[in-house]
C-alpha cells in the first residue's frame, strides 16, 4: 500500500452529532515527548500519510502536542457498573478522543489519546498514565489483533518525560489507541440513568449507524441492534475464552458496543488451566475470574437492554420485556455455538455437526485433564497437534505420565481418523498459538523498560507475538511458562 505524505484530516462525527455526549478538553502540555514506538503497520493500513515524518513529529502529534488538521479533542462522558456496583459519572478521566478517520476499507475509526492530562471526568485522578501499563496495553492488544480477536489497538507510545505518582515514581507515557468506536455500554448507561431517552436513542441511531448499518431503516432497529451487539460479545468472549485470555475487569464501561477487546487494565493469559484463575488484586470475589467471563458478558448486556426498553416500546417498555428475554437468553446459545466451533477447530475436528454430543464431550473431557494435571492451556493444544502427527512424546511431557490421559487420546485418534486424510496437524498448528504474551515475559519487558529506559525486551517480544503461530526453534523460550513461584503469585492491577 502506497503511503501519502500529507498527514490525515481528522473527522468528528461523534463531536458533531452528539453534541451532549463528551466535553471539550485540551491534551496537557508535555515538554519532552520522546517517541517510544510506533506502530507503522497501523498507520499504513489506516492510511494515516504520517510514514516520512520525523519520530519528533510523531512524538509530538501523538502526545497532543500539535494537533492535526480537524481534530477536536474531547473527553467522552460514559458511567458503567463496576464490580456490580453503579456509578452514574465516570467518562473519560485521562483519555481523549482526537477525531476520526476513514480508512482506506472505509471503516470509521476513533483515534485517542490515553493519558493526556485531567479532564472534566478526572475525578480525583491526576488524568496520568505511566509507561508500564502503556506498553502493556500496547504488546495485549497487538498480541490479540495478531490472534485474530476483534480489539482496540494501540498506534503509538510516547514518553512524556514526567514523573507519576502512583505507589513508586514512575516515568510517564501517552497511548494512542485506535478503536471502532469508543461507545460503551457504559455511555447508553450515562443518560439512561438520567431517563434521558431522547439522548440515549440518538446514541442508538448513532452507534447503529456506525456498527450495524444494515439495521438503520428496520422499524424494530432497538431489538435488533440488541441482538447484534450480544451475538458480537458472544464471539468475543468465547474467543478469549479459548485462548485463555482473562480481562479482569469486565465493567459495563470496559465493553465495547463494537465487539472489540477494549480497557487492558489487569488482565493476563492462563498457564496452567484452572477455570477458577483470576490474577486481579482488586477482584477479590473472583467475579472476573476465567470461567465467569460468559456470564459477565450476559450480565452486562442485561444491564445494556435495559438501557434500551424505552427505546424498543416507547409507550409502554415493559412490554417489551419478554422480547427483550429472549434475546438475553440466546447470548447463551450464540455464545455455546461459537465455543464449540472454535475449540472443535482447536481439536482438529473435520465435520463439527457429525457428532456434536460426542465431540462436546471430548472437548470437557480434554479440558477436565488439563485441569486435573495443571496442564499449561497453550502448550497443551499446541502439543495435541504434533501427537495428530504421529508424535505424542511432546504432549506427554506436559502430563505426568502418559498413561492418564492414553484413553482420551485413543478416543480422539478415533474420531480423527473418520476424517477425510487432510493434515490435521498444520490446521490445528494455525488455530492453537505457540506465542501467547507470557505474564513473566510481559512483565520483565514492562520492567526494562520502566526502570532502565530499556525497549529492547518490548521490541523482541512484540516481534515473537507478531506471528503467534509460525513456531521457531530459537524462540523456544518465549514458549514456555513461567516458574510456578512466579504465577502462584502473579497478581495484575488496574492500569491507572
Ligand atoms: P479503568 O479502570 O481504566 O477502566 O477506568 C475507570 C474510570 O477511572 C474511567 O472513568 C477512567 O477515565 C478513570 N481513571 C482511571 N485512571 C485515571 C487517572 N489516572 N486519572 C483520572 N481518571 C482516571
Ligand atoms: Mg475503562
Same mark, same amino acid.
Given at each position: 500500500m502506497q503511503?501519502?505524505?500529507?498527514?490525515f484530516? $481528522?473527522g468528528?462525527?461523534?463531536?458533531?452529532?452528539?453534541?451532549?455526549?463528551?466535553?471539550?478538553?485540551?491534551?496537557?502540555?508535555?515538554?519532552?515527548?520522546?517517541?517510544?514506538?510506533?506502530?507503522?503497520p497501523l498507520a499504513i493500513e489506516l492510511g494515516l500519510?504520517?510514514?516520512?515524518?520525523?519520530?519528533?513529529?510523531?512524538?509530538?502529534? &501523538?502526545?497532543?502536542?500539535?494537533?492535526?488538521?480537524?481534530?477536536?479533542?474531547?473527553?467522552?462522558?460514559?458511567?458503567?457498573?463496576?464490580?456490580?456496583?453503579?456509578?452514574?459519572?465516570?467518562?473519560?478521566?485521562?483519555?481523549?478522543?482526537?477525531?476520526e478517520v476513514v480508512s482506506p476499507d472505509g471503516c470509521l475509526r476513533d483515534?485517542?489519546?490515553?493519558?493526556?492530562?485531567?479532564?472534566?471526568?478526572? *475525578?480525583?485522578?491526576?488524568?496520568?498514565?505511566?509507561?508500564?501499563?502503556?506498553?502493556?496495553?500496547?504488546?495485549?492488544?497487538?498480541?490479540?489483533y495478531?490472534?485474530?480477536?476483534p480489539?482496540?489497538r494501540?498506534?503509538?507510545?510516547?514518553?512524556?518525560?514526567?514523573?507519576?505518582? *502512583?505507589?513508586?515514581?514512575?516515568?510517564?507515557?501517552?497511548?494512542?489507541?485506535v478503536a471502532s468506536s469508543?461507545?460503551?455500554?457504559?455511555?447508553?448507561?450515562?443518560?439512561?440513568?438520567?431517563?434521558?431517552?431522547?439522548?440515549?436513542?440518538?446514541? @442508538?441511531?448513532?452507534?447503529?449507524?456506525r456498527h450495524?448499518p444494515?439495521?438503520?431503516?428496520?422499524?424494530?432497529?432497538?431489538?435488533?441492534?440488541?441482538? @447484534? %451487539?450480544?451475538?458480537?460479545?458472544?464471539?468475543?468472549?468465547?474467543?478469549?475464552?479459548?485462548?485463555?485470555?482473562?480481562?479482569?475487569?469486565?465493567?459495563?464501561?470496559?465493553?465495547?458496543?463494537s465487539?472489540e477487546?477494549?480497557?487492558?487494565?489487569?488482565?493476563?493469559?492462563?498457564?496452567? &488451566?484452572?477455570?477458577?484463575?483470576?490474577?486481579?488484586?482488586?477482584?477479590?470475589?473472583?467475579?472476573?475470574?476465567?470461567?465467569?467471563?460468559?456470564?459477565?458478558?450476559?450480565?452486562?448486556?442485561?444491564?445494556?437492554?435495559?438501557?434500551?426498553?424505552?427505546?424498543?416500546?416507547?409507550?409502554?417498555?415493559? *412490554?417489551?420485556?419478554?422480547?427483550?428475554?429472549?434475546?438475553?437468553?440466546?447470548?447463551?446459545?450464540?455464545?455455546?455455538?461459537?465455543?464449540?466451533?472454535?475449540?472443535?477447530?482447536?481439536?482438529?475436528?473435520?465435520?463439527?455437526?457429525?457428532?456434536?454430543?460426542?465431540?462436546?464431550?471430548?472437548?470437557?473431557?480434554?479440558?477436565?485433564?488439563? #485441569?486435573?494435571?495443571?496442564?499449561?492451556?497453550?502448550?497443551?493444544?499446541?502439543?495435541?497437534?504434533?501427537?495428530?502427527?504421529?508424535?505424542?512424546?511432546?504432549?506427554?511431557?506436559?502430563?505426568?505420565?502418559? #498413561?492418564?490421559?492414553?484413553?482420551?487420546?485413543?478416543?480422539?485418534?478415533? *474420531?480423527?481418523?473418520?476424517?477425510? @486424510? %487432510?493434515?490435521?496437524?498444520?490446521?490445528?498448528?494455525? %488455530?492453537?498459538?505457540?506465542?501467547?504474551?507470557?505474564?513473566?515475559?510481559?512483565?520483565?519487558?514492562?520492567?526494562?523498560?520502566?526502570?532502565?529506559?530499556?525497549?529492547?525486551?518490548?521490541?523482541?517480544?512484540?516481534?515473537?507475538?507478531?506471528?503467534? &503461530?509460525?513456531?521457531?526453534?530459537?524462540?523456544?523460550?518465549?514458549?514456555?511458562?513461567?516458574?510456578?513461584? $512466579?504465577?502462584?503469585?502473579?497478581?495484575? $492491577?488496574?492500569?491507572?
Open positions: 503511503e501519502s505524505s500529507a498527514p484530516r $481528522f468528528n462525527s461523534y463531536a458533531e452529532e452528539l453534541p451532549d455526549f463528551y466535553v471539550e478538553s485540551a491534551p496537557m502540555a508535555v515538554e519532552t515527548p520522546n517517541l517510544l514506538q510506533f506502530n507503522m500519510g504520517v510514514a516520512d515524518l520525523p519520530s519528533q513529529d510523531l512524538a509530538q502529534i &501523538f502526545s497532543g502536542q500539535k494537533l492535526l488538521a480537524g481534530s477536536r479533542p474531547l473527553a467522552q462522558a460514559y458511567a458503567g457498573h463496576q464490580f456490580g456496583g453503579f456509578s452514574p459519572q465516570l467518562g473519560d478521566g485521562r483519555g481523549l478522543l482526537l477525531g483515534i485517542a489519546l490515553k493519558g493526556s492530562g485531567r479532564t472534566a471526568f478526572s *475525578r480525583g485522578g491526576d488524568g496520568k498514565a505511566a509507561i508500564g501499563p502503556v506498553l502493556r496495553e500496547y504488546l495485549l492488544g497487538e498480541a490479540m495478531c490472534l485474530g480477536i480489539t482496540t494501540a498506534l503509538a507510545a510516547v514518553a512524556t518525560g514526567e514523573s507519576v505518582y *502512583r505507589e513508586n515514581t514512575l516515568p510517564g507515557a501517552i497511548l494512542t489507541r469508543h461507545i460503551r455500554i457504559g455511555t447508553f448507561q450515562f443518560f439512561a440513568s438520567q431517563q434521558r431517552w431522547d439522548q440515549v436513542r440518538q446514541l @442508538a441511531d448513532y452507534a447503529i449507524k450495524y444494515h439495521l438503520s431503516g428496520d422499524n424494530d432497529r432497538y431489538l435488533l441492534f440488541l441482538r @447484534a %451487539v450480544s451475538e458480537r460479545q458472544a464471539s468475543l468472549v468465547a474467543d478469549w475464552m479459548l485462548i485463555g485470555f482473562i480481562h479482569g475487569v469486565m465493567n459495563t464501561d470496559n465493553m465495547a458496543i465487539g477487546t477494549i480497557d487492558y487494565g489487569p488482565c493476563a493469559y492462563m498457564e496452567a &488451566f484452572s477455570t477458577d484463575a483470576v490474577f486481579s488484586s482488586i477482584d477479590q470475589q473472583g467475579r472476573y475470574a476465567y470461567k465467569n467471563q460468559p456470564q459477565m458478558a450476559q450480565w452486562n448486556l442485561t444491564r445494556f437492554a435495559e438501557t434500551l426498553l424505552p427505546l424498543i416500546d416507547e409507550d409502554d417498555p415493559e *412490554r417489551a420485556v419478554p422480547e427483550v428475554e429472549a434475546i438475553l437468553n440466546d447470548f447463551t446459545l450464540h455464545y455455546e455455538k461459537q465455543w464449540l466451533a472454535g475449540a472443535q477447530a482447536k481439536l482438529g475436528l473435520e465435520n463439527p455437526s457429525l457428532d456434536i454430543d460426542s465431540d462436546k464431550l471430548l472437548v470437557n473431557d480434554w479440558l477436565n485433564l488439563l #485441569e486435573i494435571y495443571s496442564v499449561d492451556y497453550t502448550l497443551a493444544w499446541r502439543r495435541l497437534a504434533d501427537a495428530a502427527a504421529g508424535n505424542s512424546e511432546s504432549l506427554e511431557a506436559l502430563f505426568p505420565s502418559s #498413561e492418564v490421559f492414553a484413553d482420551w487420546l485413543s478416543r480422539w485418534h478415533e *474420531r480423527i481418523a473418520k476424517q477425510s @486424510a %487432510v493434515d490435521s496437524t498444520s490446521r490445528m498448528r494455525s %488455530v492453537n498459538p505457540i506465542y501467547i504474551p507470557r505474564n513473566h515475559l510481559v512483565e520483565d519487558a514492562l520492567a526494562a523498560a520502566t526502570n532502565d529506559a530499556n525497549l529492547e525486551p518490548f521490541e523482541k517480544l512484540l516481534a515473537v507475538l507478531t506471528h503467534p &503461530f509460525d513456531e521457531r526453534p530459537e524462540l523456544a523460550n518465549y514458549a514456555q511458562p513461567a516458574s510456578e513461584n $512466579f504465577t502462584g503469585r502473579y497478581k495484575t $492491577f488496574c492500569g491507572t
